[in-house]
């Protein structure tokens, strides 16, 4: 029973993994752009949230709502404001340009705050449990945090297939200049992509730092997390980030109760390598990447 | 005062130059066709006016006010809608999202899904289909109805007959009669001389950047037009 | 009227000095364990680590177009290389040095084909995961010593003297040795179809070249040249640790060499790395300061001017110090009326 119970914790930790993964998916959706600083713009979310909390005495909830509305505006502005400028046909330059940018948030972060880890106190929430069975119980916090993420997904999908702005990203998607002969902006919704990609992250560091510790050089992690999430759920697809993230978060565990706690990460490495092998684009692939 | 104007229009990509001081009016309700080989300039024209393209120097008049620094997705809302070459419908979205995407940046007027269906039945059964796997022919009804969800004033066709089947061709330029008696002012780009000297009222030949042959059709013979055209 | 006769010349005369020069340069470092002192030559060993290191990211990412942010993966298994030969296996340090490249591309081989079937940003992140997998197993496993790390004892053992001149001409020669690598790599028919590659990929394939071998060998000499250099450091500083031999601050130090010199060139590096190296003594607090510092240039670089300094320099004066590029020399047809004259080089076309 012991082993359900660490299955199970792996798939809602996978919730988590796939929200970290839903917004680098769509950006790359979008724009064919990969954020290396994803991680680290959740990461910081996490000190903003951290911050309000300290200097505000905002409650945790207030602090992270107001956290993403915050976090939503950084990502339009960052996009327009620099990102946009380092996109063309050049590969290279947003790789390169947002690396730089990992650095100076971590480094930024270290500054500020220092390199100690933190946590972001939530009360009696994180330590919950639901009893389902005699042997077998769930922690209400993490049930939470994946319930959390499959709504999220849910109404990312619904947006991009029902409303008019979500089509609209869509048709950005498919090609650029056409949309823009439909009257479509690209910039504005390039902008509006990282946006929100940047608010769910947002999301996804705060429930990260309620859950655990968190510290400045955290944000490159969950990057790598996110990335095997979207790679092992096949690129285009949003709630193939749901599975690949499940796939992780249970390799994880799984591998951590198996052969001890420094070894899980490892295991969810392997396990992703491995599927790169045998199956590269992914268990849902919609899209096929030249 | 002219729906288009164009003043000394230069076009450079890099250091190439597609135009050369190119001039010419279109007037409201007129079905103007430019014709020419390859590399004509032809299509460079028709997104330059689209704002895809800017003239390195020259004007671009839009009922008498200079577009040229006009972003391309505003030239929608003010009533100028192309067909690209190459009919580059949206793949990944349905026949019916597609002309649904024509109206985001539109204006309002006559034409809806209803009506663009109305001119192009063969879409009706598609509506629900992904865009990807229309034929040829499908996906070019497919452009231009999706063009004219946004009410256009000035409607930009670019080679609407590259690539298809003659009979496919004949529906096309059928529909596009209908078009003509709505009053739209319609600028076509063809390499296919005969079937646009059949709808058009006026036609002007390009040459490498220059128009060689300008005028009615009426009033041109086809060995002007061919001597225009191959630049004899 | 017959065609004009021509050559393909690689050099001019410039290109002559310029030789002369380097190598006056070079013997002139060779001769420093003579008469410096030995923090001086410690500190040179780190600038031209960071020389080598810079012009096998930059082999990488500006002639193959494969960014990699996971380099450190082989300049970590350079210096446990160099611990595993040098202090386990038994054999001379310096020769470990060597043989622990081999054990990188010895890794970077089954590895390649695996993170080939990313591309751009998703290959980056895939050469990040990689090293990340290396790190966690060197790091979990007692024997190499887990998240202490060893200290190479072959080479601490090494008599002072012999240790320190011997590690300065070792890294010098690995600096020399990476640019030539490069040089003679970009002369060859690799380097041509890099070149290929790099304008456009599509066609290049459809003349023959094939793609994934060209992409393999660079990949291999890329992890061979880390390898090394991962030897070199730790032969420097006597310790190998999991956290510092695998940090993803090696990655970032190359890139911002590459991006501030000039990503694309073999002089690009060159110019960073003085830059980098001349930064880094005089902001002497080594810290986060520092780092941010390098992170908001190596943007401001990659936004504003992504040709980099030498590629600024490359333009606006028509200069290029090393003759990679092949040059059209026409000579004039023999007159008919007099008897064939030697061919002289009439006018000139530069053909890149």
């Not at chain 1, 945790?60 to 404001?81: D, N, P």
């Not at chain 3, 992409?215 to 500083?237: R, T």
Request: proline share 3%.
């Amino acid at each position: 029973m012991d082993w359900v119970n660490v299955a199970i914790q792996g798939i809602l930790l996978g919730g988590l993994y796939a929200l970290f993964a839903t917004g680098l998916a769509l950006v790359f959706g979008v724009m064919r752009m990969v954020n290396l600083a994803h991680g680290d713009l959740g990461i910081l979310a996490a000190f903003v949230a951290l911050f309000l909390v300290q200097s505000l005495h905002l409650g945790v909830m207030w602090s992270g709502l107001l956290t993403i509305v915050i976090m939503f505006v950084v990502g339009y502005l960052l996009q327009r404001g620099l990102l946009n400028f380092t996109l063309g046909s050049d590969d290279t330059r947003p790789i390169v340009v947002t690396f730089g940018l990992s650095i100076i948030i971590q480094n930024g972060l270290i500054m500020w705050f220092s390199a100690d880890s933190q946590g972001l106190d939530a009360g009696t929430i994180e330590n919950i449990s639901v009893r389902i069975t005699d042997k077998l119980s769930i922690g209400w916090y993490p049930l939470l945090v994946f319930l959390l993420s499959i709504v999220v997904i849910a109404a990312l999908q619904l947006f991009l297939n029902r409303t008019k702005l979500g089509r609209a990203f869509r048709a950005t998607s498919d090609d650029r200049e056409a949309a823009e002969l439909m009257g479509i902006n690209n910039r504005h919704i390039y902008g509006l992509a990282m946006a929100i990609a940047l608010a769910i992250v947002a999301l996804a560091g705060i429930l990260l730092a309620v859950r655990t510790t968190f510290d400045p050089t955290q944000g490159p992690f969950r990057l790598i997390y996110a990335f095997e999430a979207v790679i092992m759920g096949g690129m285009g697809s949003i709630w193939g980030t749901l599975i690949g993230g499940i796939v992780l978060g249970v390799s994880q565990t799984l591998g951590s109760q198996a052969f001890g706690s420094g070894w899980g990460i490892l295991v969810g490495h392997l396990v992703f390598l491995t599927v790169l092998a045998v199956r590269p684009s992914g268990f849902f692939a919609k899209t096929v990447t030249a | 005062m002219s729906v288009l104007e164009l003043q000394e229009v230069d076009v450079f990509y890099g250091d190439f130059q597609a135009l050369f001081k190119v001039s010419f009016k279109v007037e409201e309700g007129q079905t103007f066709a430019c014709i020419g080989a390859n590399g004509g300039g032809k299509s460079t024209l028709l997104r330059t006016i689209a704002g895809l393209q800017r003239p390195t120097s020259g004007k671009v008049l839009f009922h008498g006010d200079p577009v040229d620094q006009v972003p391309a997705h505003d030239r929608v809302g003010m009533g100028i809608a192309l067909v690209p070459e190459g009919r580059r419908v949206f793949p990944s979205l349905t026949v019916f999202e597609n002309l649904q995407i024509g109206a985001y940046g539109g204006r309002k007027g006559d034409w809806n899904t209803d009506s663009v269906m109305e001119l192009f039945p063969l879409l009706k059964p598609l509506v629900k289909r992904q865009a990807s796997s229309l034929s040829g022919g499908e996906q070019q009804a497919l452009a231009i109805g999706r063009a004219l969800m946004a009410n256009p004033q000035l409607l930009l066709l670019d080679e609407v007959s590259l690539g298809l089947a003659p009979v496919v061709i004949k529906r096309i330029y059928e529909a596009m009669v209908h078009l003509v008696d709505t009053g739209t002012t319609i600028l076509v780009v063809e390499q296919d001389v005969q079937h646009v000297l059949t709808v058009a009222d006026h036609v002007a030949c390009f040459l490498e950047g220059r128009i060689s042959l300008e005028g009615k059709p009426s009033d041109l013979s086809s060995e002007a037009i061919t001597a225009a055209y191959f630049g004899m | 009227m017959s065609a004009p006769d021509f050559r393909v010349a690689r050099s001019t005369r410039m290109h002559r000095y310029v030789l002369v020069v380097s190598v006056l340069i070079v013997a002139a470092l060779a001769s420093f364990p003579l008469w410096a002192q030995v923090s001086f030559l410690r500190t040179m060993v780190t600038f031209f680590t960071l020389l080598a290191l810079g012009q096998m990211w930059n082999l990488l990412g500006g002639y193959a177009g494969l960014i990699s942010v996971g380099q450190q993966a082989y300049i970590g298994l350079g210096a446990y290389g160099l611990w595993l030969i040098g202090d386990v296996i038994g054999l001379h340090p310096f020769v470990a040095v060597i043989l622990a490249g081999v054990l990188a591309v010895a890794v970077a081989l089954p590895v390649a084909p695996l993170i080939f079937r990313l591309r751009g940003g998703y290959f980056a992140i895939g050469t990040w995961v990689v090293a990340e997998v290396v790190r966690l197993v060197v790091a979990n496993i007692q024997a190499t010593g887990g998240g202490s790390g060893k200290t190479v004892i072959s080479a601490a053992r090494l008599p002072i003297d012999t240790r320190i001149s011997g590690t300065y001409l070792l890294a010098l020669f690995v600096a020399v040795g990476s640019v030539l690598l490069v040089y003679f790599l970009l002369r060859s028919r690799l380097g041509l179809a890099l070149t290929a590659i790099r304008d456009n990929e599509l066609a290049a394939q459809s003349s023959g070249v094939n793609i994934f071998r060209a992409k393999l060998y660079v990949y291999l000499i890329s992890a061979f040249g880390c390898g090394v250099v991962g030897a070199v450091v730790a032969m420097n500083l006597l310790r190998i640790q999991p956290a510092a031999a695998f940090s993803i601050n090696w990655t970032a130090y190359a890139l911002f060499i590459v991006v501030i010199g000039g990503l694309g060139t073999i002089e690009g590096p060159i110019i960073g790395a003085v830059i980098y190296f001349t930064l880094l003594q005089s902001l002497s607090q080594y810290g986060t300061t520092y780092m941010l510092l390098l992170g908001v240039i190596a943007v401001v670089m990659a936004t504003k001017a992504p040709r980099g300094i030498w590629g600024f320099i490359a333009k606006r004066w028509d200069l290029h110090l090393f003759p990679v590029r092949r040059r059209l020399v026409l000579e004039e047809p023999p007159k008919p009326e007099s008897p064939a004259a030697a061919g002289t080089s009439g006018p000139v076309a530069e053909a890149s």
